[in-house]
């Protein structure tokens, strides 16, 4: 690990890494663990695509294409997101920033309401896990619970341990062709913040080639360092 924390009243933490890293699986364990509100710009987007909304059209295309969807978008629907009362105790930005105009914008959005980036964790992985993660993926489309074939499967085979539905979903942009250029989207956009939190001095690196549990471990010694 490099890099301080900062103490903050509210944590604010940011979870950086490429597809498949583990920020979801991660961000919703963090919250069930500490109450922290789990701040997804993927959930966001996919919401907005199914609700039909205009900012769900545009996204669609190019989250289905392995993209980002503009910074406008991105800033508006996390922002509305932000304007919610849970959030004042605190929340993992999962996904989110992913361009260094989104890392810019940040610091402003967050002090509009008394927030502060407290801690950005770079999950780090091997190219080879990302794929084996990314292809096992799948999530019961009752409640949206996720899974994994090999890594986290029900304990019912093809039953949902939290809502007990049997109809899986696997997203639609987890093609192989589709991870590749996600893959290729992180590697020129999102990387690079990687050393802007660290000019900040605000990064911490946490190996996420270990079980979930362990890396779980991790993560609330951070967020516990935050709360102090
Ligand atoms: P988003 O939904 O954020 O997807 P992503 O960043 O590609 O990340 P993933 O959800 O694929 O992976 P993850 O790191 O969350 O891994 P997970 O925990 O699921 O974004 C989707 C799209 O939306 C983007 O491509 C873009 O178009 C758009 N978008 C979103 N935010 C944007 C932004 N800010 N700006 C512009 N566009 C944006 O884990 C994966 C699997 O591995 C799971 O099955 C899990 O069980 C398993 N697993 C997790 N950890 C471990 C472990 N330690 N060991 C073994 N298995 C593990």
Redesign the pocket.
């Known amino acids: 690990m490099d890099g301080q924390s900062q103490s903050v009243s509210a944590p604010v933490l940011v ?1 950086l ?12 364990l963090l919250q069930e663990r500490f109450g922290l509100v789990q701040l ?7 919401g907005a695509v199914a609700r039909g909304t205009e900012a769900g059209r545009a ?1 669609r295309k ?2 289905d294409a ?6 406008e ?2 800033l508006a629907v ?1 922002g509305e997101r932000l304007d919610q009362p849970d959030v004042s105790d605190g929340v993992i930005l ?6 260094e105009a ?1 890392a810019e914008a940040l610091d402003g959005v967050l002090a509009q309401r008394g927030m502060k980036v407290g801690a950005a964790v770079a ?1 780090t ?1 091997d190219d080879t ?1 990302m794929v084996e ?2 292809s ?3 999530a019961f489309a009752a409640c949206g619970e ?7 499967p029900p304990a019912a085979p093809g039953v949902c341990d939290a809502c007990g539905g049997t109809e899986l979903t696997r ?1 639609s ?2 093609k192989a062709e ?2 590749a250029a ?1 893959l290729e ?2 590697r020129a956009q999102t990387a690079p913040l990687i050393e802007h939190f660290a000019r900040r001095g605000v990064l911490l690196r946490v190996d ?5 549990d ?2 779980a471990l991790s993560l609330g010694g951070i967020v516990r360092a935050l709360e102090n």
Do not use: N
Request: avoid cysteine.
């Open positions: 979870l890494g490429p597809p498949g890293a583990g920020k979801g699986t991660q961000a919703r997804s710009t993927g959930d966001l987007l996919r996204a190019v989250m392995g993209g980002l969807v503009s910074d978008i991105v996390l999962d996904g989110f920033p992913r361009t989104q999950l992985v896990a993660r990314i096992g993926r799948h996720g899974f994994h074939d090999s890594f986290k997203r942009d987890d589709t991870v996600r989207a992180y996420a080639m270990r079980p979930i362990d890396v």
